[in-house]
Structures are given as structure tokens and as C-alpha cells.
């Protein structure tokens, strides 16, 4: 039977929302460290608050690169990624041979 079962607890946490020229991911990713170095500062400050740390945790996925849609291991997204599967495959059977 399956069952729901709370194994861990975390916290998150929402630092003003930035405003950077450059939208990117990673900009936004070098953004919140900088808050929370800051943040680390003003955190000392206060002692009782001390051993507190907040961690920024990047998450990858793997997507092709020609159309973003999220990676296989055997590409059916769109015609490039396929494309590009079939010469790398057919390449493969060349080098056994
Ligand atoms: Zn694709």
C-alpha cells in the first residue's frame, strides 16, 4: 500500500525580488549568493540568530540545447536534436566496424 510519509523538513526563504539588467539563471543564481553573504553580515550582528545559514542550491537539468525540451537518451523533441542522434549513432557503427 502506499503511504505518505514526512521524512524531512526544510525551510525556504524569499529575499527581495532583484532587479538585474542580465535575466538569466545563473545571473539570478550569483544575484541570491551576494544577498546572502549580506545576509550572513547582518546575521552576526544578532547573536542568538549565529549559527543560522542559508544555502543557495543551484538545480540543473539536462535539455537539448536546440529546442530547451528536457533531455532523453534518445532524442524525439525536434528534428535537429534527432538529427544530430542519428549521425552520432551511425558514426558509432562505423568505428565497430
Ligand atoms: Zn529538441
Redesign the pocket.
Known sequence: MKTKVLIDVTISCDPPHPYIRQRSMEALAKYYEGWVRDFHDFIRDHRSQDPVSLNVERKYQDQ??????PWEEK?E??D???AEWEKEHETTKEEVK
Open positions: 537539448c540545447s536546440f529546442c530547451g525540451y532524442p523533441c525536434c535537429e536534436a534527432i
